[in-house]
């Protein structure tokens, strides 16, 4: 029990110390797929780039703003499927990393805007694009941009 105990506040303690900073400011959305969060600490040592919460609430953003990029790809997205169904985008995922000294960092994170068929019992799931979102980080400064759309398919989806 004892050893249970320490591993428990060990586990707690790391994650309290290694937790994902939050911004001081809300996220502020500059345009329809750009948008900037601010941090108290300005040499985080890559660590600002590491908060998902901020690019949840980012993605949110577009999908609730119809001249976003991503807003109009997960109607485009619904349209081809034919059917009614669930569009939302996964989790994203780093796909590139540099850090420059302790303030600043580059980054691209992608996401896969997919699809459900809603109507039936079955689970007919589709990936129709990837996103590449630009995580820039300068100082305490992160700016989050929605740069490019990708149409996704496999090759055994067009045989």
């Given at each position: ?145 929605l740069v490019d759309v990708k149409p996704f398919s496999l ?5």
């Open positions: 029990m004892k050893k249970m105990l320490v591993f428990i506040v060990t586990n707690l303690v790391a994650r309290s110390v290694f937790a994902a900073p939050a911004p001081v400011e809300p996220l502020k959305m500059i345009s329809s797929d750009k948008g900037v969060a601010v941090y108290a600490d300005t040499c985080s040592n890559g660590a600002n780039s590491t908060d998902g919460e901020t690019v949840r609430e980012f993605i949110k953003n577009m999908e609730a703003d119809k001249n976003s990029k991503l807003y109009k790809i997960e109607q485009k997205a619904a349209q081809e499927r034919k059917a009614e169904v669930y569009v939302w985008v996964s989790e994203p995922t780093l796909a590139a990393h540099v850090r420059m000294g302790c303030g600043e960092s580059y980054n691209k994170q992608i996401a896969m805007v997919n699809t459900q068929e809603k109507a039936y019992n079955g689970h007919n799931m589709r990936t129709s694009y990837i996103i590449v979102i630009k995580d820039t980080v300068e100082g305490g400064v992160r700016t989050l941009e090759k055994s989806d067009n045989e």
